[in-house]
């Protein structure tokens, strides 16, 4: 599966109110593992930022001067994204302002002719219900770095929230724990020994650096996925361990 996750900044709120997309960050994703394709633009919005937007952007109409209107780069963009999945934090926004600029040229149709989205805030949400589930709560909640984060930036922001996404939906997989897949086994007959012909197993002290390696391997688990499946497994104290 081809997944691009995407984040745009814009002039303001509301695009009813004739606000222009700025920016549009996209990460790639191929079988959920980042390919290392980006696709960046800057975007010249041919009008005034609202109040408030800009502080939040950091981007000013100086530094867009020089920037390709939306129609310059619609093609390159909706190439990029064709036949893709799209994994945006609160899809509805995005969408309306990019449907918004696509209204504005002819036959470019809307995003969704293009590629399916799926919103990454329902899915927090039903994982995190009541919960703030804001980009920066989620990365917070879910170990993801965002320290480079001071402003809002679309592709800083879907960076992110493709660390986010695989967090959020895959957990342990995400941390190097998924092996690849193995063949079913075929279903066979084991005659095995008696109870009482097993021979008492032997007790092995855990070795005091493979126990902490193992605790903190433990911990990075808990810190992305919430718990770990040693948190349910009744496994003893850990200075009463034996392997």
């Not at 996925?225 to 850990?238: E, N």
Request: with cysteine.
């Amino acid at each position: 599966m081809r997944q691009i996750v995407l984040d745009t900044e814009t002039t303001g709120l509301e695009w009813r109110k004739g606000n222009r997309v700025v920016e549009i960050g996209c990460v790639e994703l191929v079988e959920r593992r980042p390919t290392g394709r980006t696709w960046h633009q800057y975007i010249h919005p041919d009008r005034e930022f609202e109040a408030g937007a800009q502080e939040v952007t950091g981007l000013t109409l100086d530094f867009l001067a020089d920037k390709p209107r939306f129609a310059a780069i619609a093609d390159e963009f909706l190439d990029f994204i064709e036949g893709a999945e799209l994994v945006i934090h609160n899809a509805a926004f995005d969408i309306g302002f990019l449907d918004y600029e696509l209204s504005m040229l002819d036959g470019r149709g809307r995003i969704t002719d293009r590629a399916t989205v799926l919103d990454s805030l329902e899915l927090a949400r039903q994982r995190f219900p009541g919960q703030r589930n804001s980009l920066d709560a989620l990365c917070r909640r879910l170990g993801v770095d965002n320290a480079a984060r001071q402003l809002h930036g679309a592709l800083l922001d879907a960076q992110l929230l493709a660390e986010v996404y695989l967090a959020l939906t895959s957990g342990q997989t995400e941390l190097g724990l998924a092996g690849p897949a193995m063949p079913e086994p075929s279903v066979a007959r084991i005659d095995l020994p008696r109870a009482a012909a097993l021979a008492p197993r032997p007790r092995v002290a855990v070795d005091p650096v493979e126990l902490e390696a193992h605790l903190a391997r433990v911990a990075a688990i808990r810190g992305r996925a919430g718990t770990a499946l040693w948190d349910d497994a009744g496994a003893p104290a850990p200075e009463a361990s034996a392997l």
